[in-house]
């Protein structure tokens, strides 16, 4: 495959109105503005935001213009997309910039923000807040009821008796707003957020006459349909150490190893075909996922970074440090470190914890820990002194 091919099918679910139309476009030479939003809900951007990330990064190196957007303002509003539940808590103006202060620190680990055609940075907080009234009812003409009552995700709730806010009502209409305030040409984001970047596609077409393509990007999940992201308790942070990348990385399921070596790597396809291959001849799956751990935390960090957090998972899970008889503890998703640490009374009190925490004495996955807080996920390994260790099963 050429650049324009692969960036138009690896990792691509659909492209609104077509591939074919747009790739007419690329292949005249034009430039074009992409760009993709992210709501700073939380404070981590993941592996779920890395597949948009290196999507964007292909755009950028074919020389088009990419505006990485952080949602002040759409935030306020709260995204309802994927929630079977109508959101209970809103976030603040205050609250999102303090949350989206370091998604550029993160976000550069795969695209560019200096030196060759620089990724442009913008808050949509800047247009969505200064709205007035009229500006709002404006831009509300342009839709109909029919339109978003018909989603999905509504009719769901709808069915199951669960509310549909007002306010998530109207998130459609804000993001749509934000492609026509920006002025792009293309639009990327995962299958779910279609919906919502349908609707910018069709604010575009009436209020500036004129096309705006939508690219949409699969979902990490696994063969049961399980998001690997925040909102299903396994995320796996870009700012995670080497270490905790890695292991946490050897933690996915097998299924889903071939896709997240073609979403998440820049792995040439004809390599990520051979190891399908391999796969499906009965190769064990650790050889692959082991691959798929270095080459993530090569991307992410340095390769010898990456090889140090091999040999140390190595170590510890594959050579007897980590045999088969060490106890494992079920905890329900999202419990802290403490938690679980005073309920199996591997610490007799908080106190007992702290003061390990400064002897350097608790680890997880090998790595020292600071923070008694922290979420467990499903096959952490966690020590405390020399003595002490479990297997974490959510």
Do not use: C
């Amino acid at each position: 495959m050429d650049a324009i091919e692969q960036l138009l099918t690896r990792g691509v679910s659909q492209i609104y109105p077509s591939k074919e139309k747009l790739e007419t476009l690329l292949r005249s030479g034009k430039k074009v503005t992409i760009y993709q939003g992210f709501d700073p809900t939380g404070t981590k951007l993941h592996i779920g935001h890395m597949v948009g990330l290196l999507k964007l990064r292909q755009w950028q190196d074919l020389g088009h213009k990419v505006i990485f957007l952080i949602g002040t303002g759409t935030g306020l509003a709260g995204d309802p997309s994927g929630k079977q539940t109508s959101r209970t808590v809103f976030y603040t103006h205050e609250q999102l910039k303090e949350n989206a202060k370091d998604y550029v620190l993160q976000a550069r680990k795969i695209v560019r923000f200096e030196g060759e055609n620089p990724v442009e940075i913008l808050y949509n907080g800047d247009w969505l807040n200064k709205l007035t009234l009229k500006d709002i009812l404006d831009i509300a003409g342009h839709f109909t009821l029919q339109q978003f009552s018909e989603r999905d995700l509504f009719q769901e709730r709808i069915k199951k008796g669960e509310p549909v806010s007002l306010r998530e009502f109207m998130y459609p209409m804000l993001q749509a707003y934000d492609s026509v305030a920006m002025k792009v040409d293309v639009e990327l984001g995962g299958t779910d957020q279609m919906f919502n970047m349908l609707m910018g596609r069709n604010l575009v077409e009436k209020m500036q006459h004129r096309e705006k393509f939508v690219m949409t990007t699969p979902l990490l999940e696994d063969s049961l349909g399980r998001k690997i992201g925040k909102t299903e308790g396994n995320v796996i942070a870009l700012t995670d150490s080497p270490s905790d990348l890695y292991a946490k990385i050897m933690a996915l399921p097998d299924d889903i190893v071939v896709n997240a070596f073609a979403y998440l790597t820049t792995l040439p396809m004809h390599e990520i075909l051979k190891i399908k291959e391999d796969l499906a001849n009965g190769q064990n799956p650790i050889t692959s996922k082991k691959k798929l751990a270095l080459t993530i935390a090569s991307q992410l960090y340095s390769h010898e970074d990456a090889k140090q957090a091999e040999q140390s998972f190595t170590t510890v899970v594959q050579q007897g440090n980590l045999s088969n008889d060490i106890n494992k503890v079920t905890v329900l998703e999202n419990t802290p470190l403490i938690d679980m640490l005073l309920h199996f009374t591997l610490i007799e009190s908080k106190s007992e914890a702290k003061r390990l925490v400064l002897q350097n004495g608790i680890r997880v996955n090998s790595e020292i820990v600071s923070d008694l807080d922290m979420t467990l996920y499903d096959n952490d390994l966690v020590e405390v002194g020399k003595r002490k260790t479990v297997r974490i099963v959510i």
